[in-house]
């Protein structure tokens, strides 16, 4: 008799491999079918790349969810079998797949984007329990229910906003890729171990999922020989999206604040680029070249070495999301102080939010050198001196 364990570690390696054997597969049907992305002048390649990579992850998570696991778990709660609780996820994650291959080969407007997104989000909520229909107020505070059509809605704007926030970042090899492995791996370590309400099915449907990216990226990873395109970075963001809510509904607050600081790097550039842009007098939706891996690189850091620096960035709000799940009240309100100081001071110092906006820093210089001091002071009061003189 062999032990589920074993069985579950020979699912999670032929996943792998699936992904590993597809992704040359996908990379020739990517050039035939028009899927490539051409150098312009935002684009980081020097040659057309094939951009499809997606269907690969796709392809491998879909036949470990609905054919190998649904073999070897015989246990059912009250989603029913392991297939039962699968299937809408493959199904909405199929929406999203055909909306980022479309995109990928025609460059889709906005807005079909979006109805796509809204699709594959309603079926979720409606077929599944992955829904945004309670939620615990950090650090002592009360537990909020929501009425059926106030879940509907918040649950499709936190699909929605993960699946933009992870596209955002899609912008160097294997950035997207590495930051999702390391982000699903804590999230699979928090589900098991901390979630109050978790089953095993959700553990076993983000490892399988960090097996099919993992066996991508290889392939993904500087020098990159394809893509995850539209296709695979939209169906990522929105797994994410989908898998993390089981945290954000949960009774203990540290789960909720949880898959929010494991999603640090996507959230904050989205947050950041919102910020900057509506500072800048610009559309908050326009893109723009201040992302964390465009000032990166433009501080003179190498296409690799960017991505380094930011699994790195990743690797630490996972960390913190792991330390927050053992620490006590207070050292969770001290971390998260110190979370969001480290991410401003990080975010000028690198001038993500714009040339000369940084408060954060002014105000430690303010503090900690006199001369600054006195010269702030100095200048204060000169601009009250003008200001009272221009009203008399």
Known sequence: MIPFALKYIIVVISTLIIAALATPLVRFLSFRIGAVDNPNARRINKVPMPTAGGLAIFIAFSLAALWFLPGIVTHINYHGTYFDYALPLVLAGGIIIVTGLIDDIKELRPLPKLLGMLVAASIIWVFTEFRFDDFKIPFGGPMIHFPPWLSFVLTILWIVTITNAVNLIDGLDGLVSGVSVISLTTMGIVSYFFLHDSNLFLTLTIFILVAAIAGFLPYNYHPAIIYLGDTGALFIGFMIGVLSLQGLKNSTAVAVVTPMIILGVPLTDTVVAIIRRTLSGQKFYEADRMHLHHRL????????????????????????????????????????????????????????????????????????????????????????????????
């Open 297 to 392: 690189l433009s501080l003179g850091l190498t296409h690799r070495g960017t991505v380094l620096v930011i699994y790195a960035i990743s690797f630490v709000f996972s960390l913190i999301s792991l330390l927050l799940n053992v620490s006590s009240r207070l050292g969770g309100v001290l971390l998260m102080i110190a979370l969001v100081l480290g991410v401003l001071i990080l975010s000028e110092l690198i001038g993500i939010f714009g040339e000369n906006r940084t408060p954060v820093l002014n105000l430690l210089r303010f503090i900690g050198n006199s001369s600054y001091r006195q010269e702030s002071i100095a200048n204060w009061k000169e601009k009250r001196i003008l200001k009272r003189n221009s009203k008399k």
